[in-house]
């Protein structure tokens, strides 16, 4: 999935989902320290607790941060791809 970011340095989060796990996820752009950083973390952990850990995050006075971002490209993939499994 490609998702076009709003309100932060990077421009677009790259992910693949399999089996309800993040893999191959790439920020476009942005710090890239810290998004590098955001990848490896997330990388095989389940969306449901992606998207709890990381949305909420603020960068600076911004209302969302590259984390934030993930969570929010997240849920928009569970809503086009179906909710979590129980």
Known sequence: MVY?????????IRFDVKDHKLT??????G??????G???LVEGMD???A???LQGIHCGFRPTSCP?????AL???EQENGASPS
């Open 4 to 12: 076009k970011t709003r309100n932060v340095c990077s421009r677009e």
């Open 24 to 29: 191959n996820v790439q920020y476009v752009g």
């Open 31 to 36: 710090c890239s320290g810290n998004t590098q």
């Open 38 to 40: 955001i990848a490896r």
């Open 47 to 49: 969306v449901s607790e």
């Open 51 to 53: 998207i709890e850990r």
């Open 68 to 72: 934030d971002q993930l969570a929010q």
């Open 75 to 77: 849920k928009v993939y």
